[in-house]
């Protein structure tokens, strides 16, 4: 009965036209006849190779045993960070999640951005540095008194951050930005600035480093070469949910704290979070056919913001009076 169920359920799950025996024997990495006899149901599957086959083919076992109904999802969380091995271990492991979906052909990731996609602040820069301080100073209580200026993440740390942070590079992508998408990368800015941890030359150079980074975003949108889209939303709140789509399955990411994320496949999940996305996307203005005049309108507000936090950090230095 299980293996007849699984075997049909399976079945329903692969792409139009795709033989069984040969995603069988694909996934679990046996013979054609081996494949052969499974399928016809003269050997059984073993329970590995049930759960290979699922993780291969994202398919949800909890759909297949009807345990649960659509209210409830089987989800997988990132391991719990505080030191600088456990966030290279978090790159790593978010890259090898990621791989597999986005070397499939006709691949697309549409990033719902609260803060500025993870992606660009991995690139090994003073601004990407800084962002790992921050993460891990919030994460790791002893770190509470480290200034950035003694803060020097391990060059393993970084080439993790860059490997995962290359993978957002020529992929066809899909940004929903508010203008108040920067405005945590500002605060964390000038609320290390006040301080006393971030010395007021550095912190002048986020706020240039930052600037270069939106300018290079904007250049995107005119690069007719790179796959990216860039939507201005002025109603809702986004909230950094990740949805990955390939031609064969879904993957969402959820945060559910500062890096930690659940991940699902199931369809269900992943449909309803496309289709709500999509609907933010009706009631946002893309910006690559928008106007000249509304796409620097939409970079001036980010820009003002910047100068803004540049202007503050200088007054603050020059009235200074102890």
């Avoid at 860059?162 to 929903?176: F, H, P, R």
Wanted: charged share 25%; net charge neutral.
């Amino acid at each position: 009965m299980y293996q007849t169920t699984f075997l049909e359920f399976l079945k329903s799950e692969l792409p139009i036209n795709t033989s069984t025996i040969e995603a069988v024997a694909t996934a679990l990495d046996i013979s054609y006849d081996a494949a052969h006899r499974r399928v016809s149901l003269k050997s059984k599957f073993s329970l590995d190779e049930t759960i290979i086959l699922s993780k291969y083919y994202n398919l949800s076992l909890d759909r297949l045993f009807e345990t649960t109904s659509k209210e409830f999802v089987t989800i997988e969380k990132t391991k719990h960070i505080e030191t600088e091995v456990e966030l290279q271990q978090y790159f790593e492991d978010s890259y090898n999640s990621l791989v597999p979906l986005l070397k499939q052909k006709d691949c697309s990731i549409l990033y719902s951005a609260k803060d500025i996609p993870l992606f660009y602040n991995l690139n090994g820069d003073a601004l990407s540095r800084f962002k790992y301080y921050v993460w891990l100073k919030l994460l790791n209580p002893e770190l509470a008194t480290k200034s950035f200026e003694n803060f020097a993440p391990s060059s393993t740390l970084i080439e993790a951050g860059k490997k995962l942070g290359s993978l957002y590079n020529n992929l066809n992508t899909e940004e929903i930005w508010d203008i108040t998408s920067i405005n945590s990368t500002l605060k964390q800015i000038y609320f290390y600035f006040q301080a006393g941890q971030v010395a007021t030359k550095t912190a002048l150079e986020f706020c240039d480093l930052l600037k270069k980074l939106i300018q290079a975003i904007a250049l995107k949108l005119v690069n007719k070469d790179v796959e990216f889209k860039l939507y201005y939303n002025e109603l809702h709140l986004m909230n950094n949910n990740v949805l990955v789509n390939t031609p064969n399955a879904q993957m969402l990411y959820v945060p559910f704290t500062l890096l930690s994320y659940y991940k699902t496949s199931d369809k269900h999940t992943c449909n309803e979070a496309e289709n709500f996305l999509k609907k933010q996307l009706q009631n946002s203005k893309l910006l690559n056919t928008a106007g000249e005049k509304e796409r620097n309108t939409f970079f001036n507000k980010i820009y003002s913001k910047i100068n803004a936090l540049h202007n503050l950090i200088n007054a603050t230095e020059v009235l200074d009076f102890e």
